[in-house]
């Protein structure tokens, strides 16, 4: 009986096999998919001299927009593959006002059984300081790398947005469902909002960063700001290797932070959840005041001196050295630890 299902197995694999190398080495679905679909291949050239704010709106495809090699042009192109219908429909329609180039992609709305569009846009910009970037995409991705501008703006309904190497004064990025990634900024103000999926803000300095998510994990690692605003419902925070005044807000999820010291007042709260806040050196001038609600507080930091401690430590006040700067911490249901 197992030698019977062995040969069944085995043909089965030759069978596909041999199905995938007739198809170019695609597997069944890519085959099937490129069966169903044209080629898309579409090129622009725009003349962006006295551009300052470009504005892009598509309604189902990725737009990528990154720094070009040309000086004065911008080389836009729409590569992939859609059903032949929307393939043939597909056009870049652009209008100008003043300084101000608008976007937009159009597809051939027409209800139909089989639907399939799998197209990027793709930007390249010429280097110069752009004023604004303003991204909105409904059903599609969102990349912007290598570029320096006042402010970007970017809007994906159902979709990912990565933002990486941006120099902006302001960033707002903003996800309906997908994850935000954003890396390498320089920025005055950021803001990153999530509905459903996670963010994650790697090697950043500005004077305020505000991360925001309904259902997902924040992670952000290498940062410098003035302040940092950070709320999730439902996920956890991550935090490590950064200087910030920092104000954490966890409805459902853990909070951990990863220091070398603690420079400025910081305020961690946890509905449910733990707080865990690791540095690497015992605190020079620190103020510790906890309070948890079913949860115990625990200081494993040498040079602490407690002022207040309750028998089972739901509540802990006290301080290293002179407490200069203020780690506020509160839980409902979760543990706190220094260590």
Do not use: C
């Not at 003035?226 to 925070?237: H, K, Q």
Request: hydrophobic content about 40%; glycine content about 10%.
């Amino acid at each position: 009986m197992k030698r019977s299902v062995g040969i069944i197995l085995v043909l089965i694999g030759i069978i596909g096999l041999t199905y995938v190398i007739g198809m170019g080495g695609k597997s069944p679905v890519e085959g099937l998919i490129s069966f169903m679909t044209d080629e898309v291949n579409q090129e622009y050239t725009l003349e962006m001299n006295q551009v300052e704010n470009l504005n892009i709106e598509s309604r189902s495809i990725n737009v990528n927009i990154r720094k070009g090699s040309g000086t004065s042009q911008a080389i836009v192109k729409l590569e992939g593959n859609a059903t032949p219908s929307l393939a043939r429909s597909l056009k870049l329609d652009t209008m100008r006002s003043g300084t101000m180039l608008q976007l937009e992609t159009s597809l051939d709305n027409e209800w139909r059984i089989i639907r399939i569009v799998n197209v990027t846009m793709t930007i390249e910009l010429p280097e110069k300081l752009w004023n604004a970037l303003d991204v909105k995409v409904g059903s599609g991705n969102i990349t912007v790398s290598d570029v320096a501008t006042g402010r970007i703006q970017t809007d994906a309904g159902s979709g990912n947005v990565s933002i990486t190497a941006a120099n902006v004064d302001v960033l707002e990025a903003k996800t309906g469902s997908g994850n935000i990634k954003a890396d390498t900024i320089v920025g005055s103000h950021i803001t990153l909002k999530a509905g459903s999926g996670n963010i994650k803000l790697t090697d950043t300095e500005s004077k305020h960063i505000e991360a925001i998510t309904s259902s997902g994990n924040i992670a952000i690692a290498q940062y410098l700001a003035n302040t940092m605003n950070i709320r999730a419902i439902s996920g956890g925070v991550d935090l490590s290797d950064g200087f910030a005044e920092l104000t954490v807000k966890v409805t459902s999820g853990n909070i951990k932070l990863d220091a070398e010291q603690l420079l400025y007042d910081t305020k961690l709260e946890a509905s449910s959840g733990n707080i865990t806040v690791e540095l690497e050196q015992d605190p020079d001038s620190l103020a510790v005041d906890y309070m948890g609600g079913s949860g115990v507080g625990r200081i494993n930091k040498n040079g602490f001196t407690a002022s207040d401690m309750t028998s089972d430590k739901d509540a802990i006040k006290g301080m290293f050295g002179d407490g200069m700067v203020l780690l506020y911490a509160r839980t409902s249901s979760g543990n706190f630890t220094l260590k």
